[in-house]
């Protein structure tokens, strides 16, 4: 056996003679070929970020096969033989861009850019194995992917070019050719974002060619490799007999197929397999076999392998013969993303014997045959076993012996009379695993309707896959008709039980999808049965057919509609124009930095975190002897290695610790910290710290908790009044109380917290921070090392996202940095693993609100009492402001005379909630569109109407004394209710409700307002520096942060207009403390506004001092004038300024000063379909109208807009946080929290900026955008809303029901009652304890 493994990366040839096999692709990637480009997002393949091409020469179909597969999940060791392609592999800016970089770059696919060469690799193995492929290749090739800016749009938009549909027929007329857009577009405005004549064509013939040395030798594929470290030892043996031999000498061995199951185990679950064995040169394994009989599939075969041969033969054979091969593609579309699909096999699914599997239940269902082999006495055993029945003899167990290796999987061609069908509900559709899936495979009676045998399988209830024998037998015999379906709905309920305390939750819910998808099943089944003839066409009636199906991803529809600039603009003029993200191309290319690309440094240590286990509890024992006995691990960190003082940190408040002090408050603070050669030895020696709690209690998690306890942060309840709202309370018509609640939001930013500190002489630091806030960070730095700030200089290039998250909480990984680096004279670095970055950083706030609201019989709103809650977590970090903004923004877009809002800050045993896009706004608009629904509800009203008669206007004041200039809702409301075609939706709405049973439709408009300016005073400014050189190139710096919202883009065209010269000469390097100081955070979207400004401010002073020269020069170029200017010695470097004015307001010290600047304002209107028997649901369309002022780059602009309205989405709709009783945060990675993904974006979504609507308070009239638009993406919820009251009108129901936020499938499911979720009997809550709480 040999030990060296060959593969290529990027055409070259890599030879590594001992490498280490728990070393994956990834790391391989970035730390020995230091090829940063490709990501780490997660290390569970649920982000693509990692995404690489893999291409192997199969030669048994003498073919090349180019995979995607995510790097973070493959073994470097199973590249023998491989080559593998990179992001910097296909091209770069230097050389020549390939056109999948290009396309996504200029479509303006690209934000922070973390996500873009992930994308860009899915895209460039799409085009290697089909240069025109269709929508739905790119759907699929797609589903592993995750952006968290973008919204999706613009990258299906730039990538559609490359697909079939793409040319519509019309040839050179084409709109998408001749660039006129098919938009409604007008003088005024414009719809073309990006030229799309510019793309370079895709040439295949240009690609690089697989390395012939690996085509030449087929020593690459039958050598028999043995790789060890001192702690595993890989084997990939290429005969079956040696690898059974291997089995039967290590039965404990894991076979790594794919390495999905077994990566995720050893990454988070820290499980050692000392041996590794790979069977994927073993033919048997690979095998496959077709028969009159079915098809048989080796175990190692992929599952796409698996998806396309299947997909094949139900193309070629009749419908009746491939009712398992169907029923096995539609639940492969929906098994995890392409990625694994590529790599995966059956094998690993069968017996890794998840409970949750796709594929267990179907072949349990189909009682599949599986061969499997050992080696015993010398010689090959073989022996067939049959799913189903029996098969899984526990949690991860099967009949399967630990000497056994499984060879492959028979599947059966289907009997005319015989139907298997298959359904999962997941919380998102695409790319995640299943809550409950369930198989049925039902053998009629010849031509008849009687049922002679009936196989039912179901994942998710039970420790195993299982199936419900009872059931079946009660079937056995009877007709398949309604009758039948209420006494298995019945029997179902109680052979298929779940405990209250049921590991995953979600108990009623799992229960009622049981038998939700068996009627689903059901109804499926009777359709076909109908369709051949064997019962009469109106078995199903119109109304239930519906209910048969599943939603499918549409074609994307969409427009962008904005405001032409002036015919008379110079075309060097940047402002309007939808410019390119200045650093898209680089993005693209995998040549963008971010902190954890900067190389490795001599000395160099990396720090793990010791994290708190407890909620509440007191350390009585804090011991890294063990720890530290490790070669290579140098030092522990504790809150001994600070004074009191300098432990005590906080953005605002020092009420935190860098190192917890005697006591731990939440689960996942920070306890300590081992700096360590590398990760892997420093995470691991981080869990031989020995740490001993005595728990202390009450353990407060939920708000109602934090209520009962009165667990508040010292000078709270506080209160906003205006007017006097008792008595108008107790004069209105009416009045309603009512109650809202909506959860927290992981940001879920694709780059982690991360940072880098590199100690400068003796007594400086410089530090490289993914961090919003470098001067918080500087500041604190110095207080935590006792240096004076002019020591320390903090940079940051850009950051793979923020949303609020890295504005505060980047501390958490930066102070315990730097102070290691500056104790220990060495560079230090860390960079979060998503799990730890998810369970120490916080999120957005949870709110309950509480309100009392008058109004009269019209529907006008005259009062309101509200009490509004937040979840702050342990420490206040920025709690106070985002109660404050929730509590200014409650009453939204209406006028309400008489109000008093009270505003608690709930400390509870979380680990401490933060900034998060739209910071307790949208959390404050959503208990005001709920006021409105109530009041249009009770007065028998149209939303809209109600809506309009309570609009602010013009001229109004808040209730906290703001007056309103230029307030435009009602133009947004009226454009947005035209774009959107509302009143013709609406009766299409009805109409389709009183067609169907199971589905229901349901619309919501949703205004916003939101203030712009910090509500801290000082925030409220900005300085830049500019300076150019003798070349006349300029390089600008300013204090906001590139975190991919185009920051930097906006500047530089703010300069290059104020400096008039084109952009190109302007260059933003990074933003650093040394350069601009005294920063303010890049947060409260007023970035642009604030910087600009100051930009502005350095531009005029540049140009005073040049118009001498200028003016002595009139036909010089910019070159020149700098030239002269440098020889005159006028400076040429200028620093800018600028303060808000205007702001500040306080009702006792500064009554009359405005609290914001200026609102941004903008309506959206989703319709949204339902599956009322699963709580799926699909948005069909948004449309928004946003008021922006004049913007300054349309393209940036919608790309925030798209980009947080699909946050806001998921905010609302899809995104659950999900904690144990006692607070420790479960889902702590894109497997269990899942974020809006390609598949989830409108059908239909189009964006339009409101003309004719500049704005005197911002730079070039503009406005911001960042987190305005964010509120809209409730619009999905509020349709919900309405959809769910639909199902329940049907069935005599109240419209006036709880429903928190997000609906996730299992809450509209609840929601939407009926005779099945009637059946269900649920223990009291209270009763017991559950296995998780929403706090
Ligand atoms: C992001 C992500 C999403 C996922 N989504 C889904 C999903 O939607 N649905 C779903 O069902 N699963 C999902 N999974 C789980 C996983 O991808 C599947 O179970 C997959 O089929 C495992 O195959 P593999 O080749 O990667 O297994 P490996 O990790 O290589 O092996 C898994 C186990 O199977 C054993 N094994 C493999 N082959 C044999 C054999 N021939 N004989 C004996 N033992 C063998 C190994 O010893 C090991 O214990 C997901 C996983 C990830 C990481
Ligand atoms: S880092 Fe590999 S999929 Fe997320
Ligand atoms: S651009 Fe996709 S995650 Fe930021």
């Known amino acids: 056996m040999s030990g060296v493994l060959v593969f290529f990366v990027n055409g070259k040839k890599v030879t590594e003679v001992s490498p280490d096999p728990e070393c994956t692709l990834l790391t391989y990637l970035r730390e ?60 770069s800016t230097r050389t020549r861009l390939h056109p999948v970089q290009e396309r996504l770059a200029k479509a303006h696919g690209s934000q922070c850019g973390f996500c873009t060469p992930g994308i860009v690799m899915s895209m460039y193995a799409l085009l290697r194995n089909a240069e025109q492929p269709s929508m739905r290749d790119l759907e699929v090739a797609f589903q592993g992917n995750l952006c968290r800016c973008t919204g999706y749009r613009p990258i299906l938009e ?80 290429t005969k079956l007999e040696e690898l059974l031999q291997l089995k039967a000498q290590h039965p404990a061995a894991k076979l790594v197929v794919g390495n999905t199951e077994v990566g995720v185990e050893v990454k988070f679950k820290h499980f050692l397999y000392p041996h590794l064995i790979n069977p994927t040169q073993v033919e048997e394994l690979l095998e496959v076999r077709e028969s009159p009989d079915g098809i048989y599939f080796g175990a190692a075969v992929s599952l796409m392998e698996i998806d396309a041969l299947l997909r094949r033969r139900i193309e070629e054979l009749p419908e009746s013969e491939t009712r398992l091969f169907q029923c096995t593609v539609d639940m492969l579309h929906y098994f995890a993303g392409k990625q694994i699909r590529n790599v995966a096999c059956l094998g690993g699914n069968i017996m890794t014997g998840s409970p949750i599997s796709d594929m267990n239940p179907v072949l349990s269902a189909a009682g599949a045959q599986l061969e499997v082999a050992s080696f015993v006495d010398g010689q090959i055993r ?120 049921a590991p995953g939750g979600m108990i009623a819910y799992r229960r009622a999808l049981v038998v939700s998808l068996f009627f689903k099943a ?58 390119v993200h200045a650093a898209a191309l680089k993005q693209a290319t995998g040549e963008a930095i971010y902190t954890d690309d900067i190389p490795r440094m001599d000395g160099e240590v990396y720090l793990a975190f010791v994290l708190s286990t407890k909620p509440r509890a007191k350390i009585t024992r804090l011991d890294a002897t063990a720890a530290l006995a490790l070669d290579g691990v140098h030092r522990f960190f504790s809150y001994k290695d600070l004074t009191e003082h300098e432990n005590e940190v906080g953005p605002v408040f020092h009420d935190e610790h860098v190192f917890a002090a005697g006591e731990v408050h939440c689960y996942g603070q920070i306890v300590g910290a081992i700096a360590a050669d590398n990760k892997a030895l420093a995470q691991r020696a981080a869990r031989l710290v020995n740490v001993e709690y005595q728990e202390l209690s009450p353990v407060i998690v939920t708000i109602e908790q934090a209520i009962e306890h009165k667990s508040y942060f010292p000078d709270y309840p506080r209160f906003v009044t205006k007017g006097n709202v008792e008595q108008a309370l107790a004069q209105a018509d009416h009045t309603f109380e009512g109650t809202c609640r909506m959860g927290g939001q992981e940001h879920f930013y694709l780059e982690t917290h991360a940072a880098l500190a590199v100690p400068r002489d003796s007594d400086e630091l410089e ?128 006028r309400i005379p008489n109000v008093r809002v009270g505003g608690w800050v709930c400390k509870t045993n979380l680990p401490s909630n933060t900034a998060f896009r739209g910071f307790g706004g949208p959390q404050g608009m959503y208990a005001g569109e709920h006021i409105i629904r109530d009041v249009a509800r009770i007065v028998g009203r149209e939303v809209v109407d109600v809506m309009r008669l309570n609009f602010y206007k013009t001229g109004d004041y808040t209730h906290y004394n703001q007056q309103l200039e230029h307030f435009p809702i009602e133009r947004c409301l009226e454009d947005c209710l035209k774009q959107s075609r509302y009143n013709e939706k609406r009766m299409e709405i009805a109409r389709f409700n009183r067609e169907n049973r199971w589905r229901k439709r349901g619309m919501a408009v949703v205004p916003t307002k939101y203030g ?10 900005a300085g830049a520096l500019i300076n150019i050189y003798g070349d006349g190139s300029v390089l600008l710096s300013h204090g906001g942060v590139e975190i991919g919202q ?68 009139p036909d010089g170029t910019w070159k020149e004038w700098i030239n002269k200017a440098y020889f005159d010695r006028v400076s040429l470097s200028a620093t800018g300024f600028y303060a808000m004015p205007g702001i500040g307001y306080h009702p006792e010290t500064n009554p009359n000063a405005r609290t914001y600047s200026y609102y941004t304002n903008g309506v959206g209107v989703s319709v949204v379909e339902i599956d009322c028997l699963t709580g799926d649901h699909q948005v069909l369309s948004t449309d928004i109208v946003m008021d922006i002022g004049s913007s300054l780059n349309p393209a940036i602009d919608i790309g925030q807009i798209e980009g947080a309205f699909m946050q806001g989405y998921g905010l609302f709709t899809l995104e659950e946080l999900m904690y144990s009783p006692q607070g420790m945060l479960y889902s702590r990675g894109p497997g269990m929290y899942k974020l809006p993904g390609f598949a989830d974006i409108p059908g239909e979504f189009n964006v339009s900026l409101l003309t004719g609507a500049p704005n005197p308070r911002a730079v070039y009239s503009s406005k911001a955008v960042g987190e305005p638009p964010l509120f809209i993406g409730s619009s999905a919820f509020f349709a ?36 099945f979720t009637k059946l269900l009997d649920m223990p009291e809550p209270g009763s017991f304890t559950p296995w998780n709480i929403v706090p």
Request: neutral net charge.
């Open 32 to 91: 020995r070929l230091r090829l940063c480009g490709t990501k780490l997002g997660c290390a569970e393949g649920g982000c693509g970020a990692c995404t690489v091409m893999v291409s192997r020469l199969d030669r048994r179909a003498s073919k090349i096969r180019h995979l995607a597969v995510n790097a973070c999940l493959t073994p470097v060791c199973a590249m023998h033989g491989c080559a593998v392609t990179t992001v910097e592999g296909i091209g």
């Open 158 to 237: 730039g990538y559609k070019t490359f697909t079939k549909e793409f040319a519509c027929g019309l040839g050179d007329q084409c709109c998408k050719v001749n660039g006129k857009g098919c938009g409604s577009v007008s003088d005024e405005t414009d719809d073309k974002l990006f030229e799309r004549s510019e793309f370079q064509p895709l040439d295949p013939s240009q690609e690089p060619i697989f390395p012939p040395e690996l085509q030449l030798s087929e020593a690459f594929d039958t050598q028999s490799l043995v790789f060890s470290s001192d702690r595993v030892t890989w084997y990939r043996p």
């Open 382 to 501: 073989r022996r067939t076993v049959h799913m189903g029945t029996g098969f899984f003899t526990g949690y991860r167990r099967n009949v399967i012996e630990a000497h056994e290796v499984l060879l492959g999987i028979h599947f059966r061609k289907t009997s005319p009379d015989q139907y298997i069908v298959a359904f999962k509900q997941a919380r998102r559709r695409d790319d995640d695993i299943a809550i409950v899936n369930a198989a049925i495979n039902v053998r009629f009676a010849e031509h008849s309707n009687l049922v002679a045998e009936i196989s039912m399988a179901f994942g998710g209830m039970a420790p195993t896959t299982v199936l419900a024998p009872r059931t079946a037998q009660l079937m056995a015999g009877q007709e398949w008709n309604h009758q039948l379906v209420e006494r298995v709905a019945e029997s179902l309920c109680t052979e298929l039980p779940l405990a209250a305390s």
């Open 522 to 579: 059901y109804l499926a089944i009777s359709l076909k049965l109908s369709q051949s003839g064997v019962v009469s066409s109106d078995a199903v009636a119109p109304e239930e057919r519906s209910g048969a199906q599943t939603f499918h991803t549409p074609v994307l529809k969409s427009a962008q509609l904005f405001e032409r600039v002036c015919s008379d603009q110079p075309i060097c003029d940047p402002i309007g124009r939808p410019q």
């Open 767 to 894: 530090l490289f921070c993914s961090t919003q806030h470098p001067s918080e960070v500087q500041k604190l730095v110095a207080h935590v090392t006792a240096l004076p700030s002019h020591r320390v200089v903090c940079r940051a290039k850009r950051l793979g996202g923020g949303f609020g998250g890295k504005e505060s909480r980047g501390i958490s990984v930066a102070l315990p940095v730097a102070l290691a680096a500056y104790r220990m004279g060495r560079p230090v670095r860390c960079m979060l693993d998503r799990d730890e970055d998810m369970l120490i950083t916080g999120t957005r706030h949870p709110f309950l609100f509480k309100y009392k609201v008058g109004f009269t019989k019209e529907g006008l709103i005259t009062a309101c009492d509200i009490e509004c809650y937040n979840n702050a977590g342990w420490s206040m970090d920025l709690s106070f402001s985002v109660l404050e903004r929730a509590m200014y923004h409650f009453e939204n877009c209406y």
């Open 1012 to 1021: 712009i300016a910090f509500g801290v005073m000082h925030l409220n400014q």
């Open 1046 to 1113: 185009g920051l930097n883009t906006k500047m530089i065209q703010c300069a290059a207009r104020a400096l008039g010269i084109p952009p190109d000469l302007i260059h933003i390097s990074e933003t650093a403390t040394d350069k601009v100081p005294n920063t303010s955070p890049t947060a409260a979207s007023v970035g642009s506004d604030i910087n600009g400004m100051a930009v502005l401010d350095a531009c005029e002073k540049l140009n005073k001092r040049l118009a001498p020269i200028k003016e002595a020069l």
């Open 1280 to 1315: 919900i809303k309405e959809a769910i009251a639909a199902a329940r009108q049907d069935q005599g129901l109240s419209g006036d029901f709880p429903l928190e936020a997000p609906s996730t499938s299992a809450r509209i499911r609840i929601a939407c009652q009926d005779k």
